[in-house]
C-alpha cells in the first residue's frame, strides 16, 4: 500500500474514534486534540518522501517530524485517566463487573487511540527511514529507533511530569531548559528510561511485522 492509501486508511479510523467521542463521550475530546497532534508527524514524513519537495522544505519538514514525533505515542499515558472508573467490584470473594456501557466504551476508545497514535508513528519513521540511502540498512535502522527511543521518552516525561507541549521549543526554550536540568535525577531518567523501553517495544514489534511482510 502506498502513503496515501495508509494516511488515507489511518483518516478513517481517526474519524471513526472522533465520531464515537462526539456521539458518546464528549469529555473525552482530548484524545481527539493528541490524536490530532500525532497526525502532524506522519504528514510531514508524506511531504519529504514528495519527489518534488525541494531541499529546504524537506529540512523544514524534518524538524518539525522529529518535534511533533512524539505526541503520538504520548497517547499511551493517556490510560492513566482510566483509574477513575470502576470496571469491576470485588466482595465476599465474588468479582462483580460493571456492565455500565459508557465505560467499556471509553477503555476501546483509548485503546484504538494508542494504536493508531502508534501506527503513526511507525509508518513516519518508516518513511523518513526510506528517504535515506545507507549501507546496513537495517543496522542503521535499529540505531535509529533506539536514539529516538531514548529522545520520545525524554519528550513524554516533559509532557506528561513537567506539563510542557511541542510548541513550548520555541515558546519558553530558556524556562524548559532549566526545569529539565532540575528535574534530573536518578528515579526521572529511570522514568524517562522506562517510557524509551516502551517506545523501543513498540516499534519494534511494527518492525518485525514489517520484515516479515518482506520476506
Known amino acids: 500500500m502506498n502513503n496515501k492509501g495508509a494516511f488515507l486508511n489511518l483518516l478513517i479510523i481517526f474519524s471513526i474514534i472522533t465520531l464515537f467521542i462526539l456521539i458518546f463521550e464528549i469529555k473525552y475530546l482530548y484524545l481527539v486534540w ?41 497517547i499511551f ?7 477513575n472508573l470502576n470496571f469491576y467490584s470485588f466482595s465476599d470473594n465474588i468479582v462483580k463487573y460493571n456492565m455500565d456501557f459508557h465505560i467499556w466504551l ?7 487511540s494508542f494504536v493508531l ?22 543496522y542503521i535502522r535499529y540505531l535509529s529507533l533506539i536514539l529516538l527511543s531514548i529522545l520520545t521518552g525524554i519528550a513524554i516525561f516533559i509532557g506528561r511530569f513537567m506539563r510542557f507541549n511541542t510548541w513550548d521549543i520555541i515558546k519558553n526554550p530558556i524556562k524548559l531548559y532549566n526545569l529539565s536540568i532540575a528535574n534530573i535525577n536518578t528515579n526521572n531518567i529511570r522514568l524517562i528510561l522506562l517510557f524509551s523501553c516502551f517506545h523501543l517495544i513498540t516499534m519494534m514489534i511494527f518492525e518485525t511485522i514489517r520484515l516479515r511482510r518482506d520476506r
Open 106 to 112: 471509553i477503555l476501546v476508545i483509548t485503546c484504538l
Open 117 to 138: 497514535g502508534s501506527a503513526y508513528s511507525y509508518l513516519s519513521f518508516d518513511i523518513i527511514f526510506k528517504n535515506f540511502k545507507t549501507k546496513n540498512k537495517q
Open 77 to 83: 499515558t493517556d490510560f492513566i485517566h482510566l483509574t
Open 34 to 74: 493528541n490524536l490530532a497532534l500525532a497526525i502532524i508527524p506522519f504528514v510531514c514524513a508524506m511531504g519529504i518522501s514528495y519527489k518534488n519537495t525541494n531541499s529546504l522544505l524537506k529540512f523544514i519538514l524534518a524538524i518539525l517530524w522529529l518535534f511533533f514525533y512524539p505526541n503520538a505515542i504520548y
